[in-house]
């Protein structure tokens, strides 16, 4: 399975960026999707997390009302839909993909079984 991240840049605080993730070698519709960032010498963090059949989504407390994870199915994609960005969202974005059962618990353990390689988003203040 491999992910394929893309969409990270440069932006002014108060813009926005839309992250996407492509997926293949699997079965996309089998798993649990996250975006996951580490911001430079902080150790890595969840950010938002999405079920397979999008009922649910899960954003850590920092992103909440700003950031809106998204899915296509039959793209094999997932989005982070990120608005009023802030200097402190300047980080590295991996996407990862988690098979079987999950918890919000598990997300925020940042238990996921496939990684992306990351794209980086700078926010100038």
């Known amino acids: 399975v491999q992910l394929q991240a893309s969409g990270g840049g440069l932006v002014q605080a108060g813009g926005s960026l839309r992250l996407s993730c492509t997926v293949s070698g699997g079965t996309f519709s089998n798993y649990v999707m996250g975006w996951l960032r580490q911001a430079p010498d902080k150790e890595r963090e969840f950010v938002a997390a999405i079920t397979r059949s999008e009922s649910n989504t899960y954003y850590v407390d920092s992103v909440k009302g700003r950031f809106t994870i998204s899915r296509d199915n039959a793209k094999n994609t997932v989005h982070l839909q990120m608005n009023s960005l802030k200097s402190e969202d300047t980080a590295v974005y991996y996407c990862?993909?988690?098979?079987?059962?999950?918890?919000?618990?598990?997300?925020?353990?940042?238990?996921?079984?496939?990684w992306g390689q990351g794209t980086l988003v700078t926010v100038s203040s």
């Open positions: 990862a993909a988690r098979r079987g059962g999950y918890s919000a618990a598990s997300f925020y353990a940042q238990r996921f079984d496939y």
